[in-house]
C-alpha cells in the first residue's frame, strides 16, 4: 500500500475536521436525548405520585408513555437518515451501541419477568 505522508498541518486539520464532525452528529441526536430524558422524568415522577400519593395499585402503566416516545424518536431517526449525507465511524458506532443496549435491556426486562421480580410492589 501506498503511504501518503501528511505535514502536522494537514494531519492537525484532518483531526479538527474529525472532532467538529464528531461533535455535530452528537448535536443532531440531542432532540433524542431531550425526548428520552423528558419521558424518563415524566415516568419517574408519575410512577412516585401515583405509588405514594395517590396509591394507585397499577402505578406502572405510566411507563406506557415510552411506546408513543418510542414511535416519534423513530419517525425522528428517519427523518434525520434521509438528511444525513456523510457516516463516520462514531456515528456507526453510536448506532449499534443504542441498538444492542435497546435489545438488552429488552431481553434484561423479559427475563426478570418470568423470575418474578416486581410482582411484590
Known sequence: MKESSFSPQD??????????????????NGKHFLLWGWVSFVGCVGQFVLKTIMHYPQHYLIWLLTLPAA???IVMG?????????????GESMKHLWIGMGISYFV??????????????
Open 108 to 121: 434484561l426486562s423479559m427475563i426478570l419477568s418470568r423470575l418474578g421480580w416486581g410482582t411484590s410492589i
Open 71 to 73: 414511535v416519534i424518536s
Open 11 to 28: 494531519s492537525l486539520k484532518l483531526i479538527q475536521d474529525m472532532i467538529g464532525k464528531a461533535r455535530q452528529d452528537m448535536g443532531d
Open 78 to 90: 428517519q427523518r434525520q437518515h434521509k438528511q444525513k449525507v456523510t457516516l463516520t465511524y462514531v
